[in-house]
């Protein structure tokens, strides 16, 4: 069963926050509390650049490289009560494909491709991955900083990309999921552009109270048109490289798996034997034994 990430979306930075988007704040991963800047300013608390060289090395402790699949990531279906629309909810009218890329990526190929139909503003795009830790294997980021990397493949977006943490458990000792996350305005261009995202101090949460960055248990982002959209249309997107760096503890993905060795040589044949030698000569026969001496003479004749 698809366990959506719980969002919801409010106007940030330098003013009162606006709830843009109904939410829980914490204990149901189906309800929307993700936060956002929509007004096209700035994020406290995000960065994002090119990727100068798309091959260079990811930053940290890799999470997920799709190296050769989806490495456990959905789209979220939430259905948006507030003022905005998530494209992935089946009554949106439009559907938004996420596939896996084997030709493409950063820093080797392999990656997501969201195609996400827009088609004006405050509409989002979102992946997630829930099967990755969950109950069982709860992250200590504290102190992390959270990357990915993401490329606009077609069409235009003036947007922003929203980086997020699900963390804490609650007194019954279930997942309470708790959101912080930080939006990032998306850059010009069709390079890899990295974003990240301090897990300490997310710009925004869905309960502040609750948010535990000591008590990870999912991890996602959001592609959105904020509320300076309304041109927003139909755009393609790469998504690759999520990572954790400088986190007290963190478990990864391995690398991929290096080469066979090489098929062993075939052995020389071994050389001839020596010819035996020959056998020595037998000892010579016992002389014979003289034949029995003829019979008595016979008596004389008168």
Same mark, same amino acid.
């Given at each position: 069963?698809?366990?959506?990430?719980?969002?919801?979306?409010?106007?940030?930075?330098?003013?009162?926050?606006?709830?843009?988007?109904?939410?829980?704040?914490?204990?149901?991963?189906?309800?929307?509390?993700?936060?956002?800047?929509?007004?096209?300013?700035?994020?406290?608390?995000?960065?994002?650049?090119?990727?100068?060289?798309?091959?260079?090395?990811?930053?940290?402790?890799?999470?997920?490289?799709?190296?050769? =699949?989806?490495?456990?990531?959905?789209? =979220?279906?939430?259905?948006?009560?507030?003022?905005?629309?998530?494209?992935?909810?089946?009554?949106?009218?439009?559907? $938004?494909?996420?596939?896996?890329?084997?030709?493409?990526? %950063?820093?080797?190929?392999?990656?997501?491709?969201?195609? #996400? $139909?827009?088609?004006?503003?405050?509409?989002?795009?979102?992946?997630?991955?829930?099967?990755?830790?969950?109950?069982?294997?709860?992250?200590?980021?504290?102190?992390?900083?959270?990357? +990915?990397?993401?490329?606009?493949? %077609?069409?235009?977006?003036?947007?922003?990309?929203?980086?997020? +943490?699900? %963390?804490? +458990? =609650?007194?019954?000792?279930?997942?309470?999921?708790?959101?912080?996350? *930080?939006?990032?305005?998306?850059?010009?261009?069709?390079?890899?552009?990295?974003?990240?995202?301090?897990?300490?101090?997310?710009?925004?949460?869905?309960?502040?109270?609750?948010?535990? $960055?000591?008590?990870?248990?999912?991890?996602?982002?959001?592609?959105? *048109?904020? %509320?300076?959209?309304? =041109?927003?249309?139909?755009?393609?997107?790469?998504?690759?490289?999520?990572?954790?760096?400088?986190?007290?503890?963190?478990?990864?993905?391995? &690398?991929?798996?290096?080469?066979?060795?090489?098929?062993?040589?075939?052995?020389? &044949?071994?050389?001839?034997?020596?010819? &035996?030698?020959?056998?020595?000569?037998?000892?010579?026969? #016992?002389?014979?034994?003289? &034949?029995?001496?003829?019979?008595?003479?016979?008596?004389?004749?008168?």
């Amino acid at each position: 069963m698809i366990k959506p990430i719980s969002f919801a979306l409010a106007l940030a930075l330098g003013s009162a926050a606006g709830l843009l988007g109904a939410g829980c704040f914490g204990g149901n991963p189906n309800q929307n509390s993700q936060l956002a800047n929509t007004d096209g300013s700035s994020s406290a608390g995000g960065s994002s650049g090119n990727v100068s060289d798309a091959a260079a090395p990811i930053t940290g402790t890799p999470l997920a490289t799709f190296n050769t =699949n989806l490495s456990g990531f959905i789209l =979220n279906m939430y259905k948006d009560s507030g003022s905005q629309l998530d494209l992935g909810d089946p009554a949106s009218g439009v559907t $938004p494909m996420m596939t896996y890329d084997a030709t493409d990526g %950063s820093p080797s190929p392999g990656s997501i491709q969201v195609v #996400a $139909p827009f088609f004006g503003a405050n509409q989002y795009v979102d992946i997630q991955n829930t099967s990755q830790f969950g109950l069982s294997n709860i992250q200590n980021w504290s102190g992390g900083t959270l990357h +990915v990397r993401v490329r606009l493949v %077609s069409g235009t977006f003036t947007g922003g990309v929203q980086l997020y +943490v699900d %963390s804490g +458990v =609650n007194s019954a000792g279930a997942l309470a999921y708790s959101f912080g996350g *930080t939006f990032t305005n998306f850059g010009k261009g069709s390079e890899w552009q990295e974003f990240v995202m301090s897990v300490d101090s997310p710009m925004s949460f869905g309960a502040q109270s609750t948010y535990d $960055p000591t008590k990870v248990s999912a991890y996602g982002l959001q592609l959105n *048109t904020g %509320s300076a959209g309304a =041109n927003a249309a139909s755009a393609t997107f790469e998504i690759d490289s999520f990572s954790i760096s400088g986190a007290a503890s963190a478990t990864g993905v391995g &690398g991929a798996s290096g080469a066979s060795g090489g098929a062993a040589g075939a052995g020389a &044949g071994g050389a001839s034997g020596a010819a &035996g030698a020959g056998g020595s000569s037998g000892a010579a026969g #016992a002389a014979g034994t003289g &034949g029995a001496g003829g019979g008595m003479p016979g008596s004389s004749q008168p």
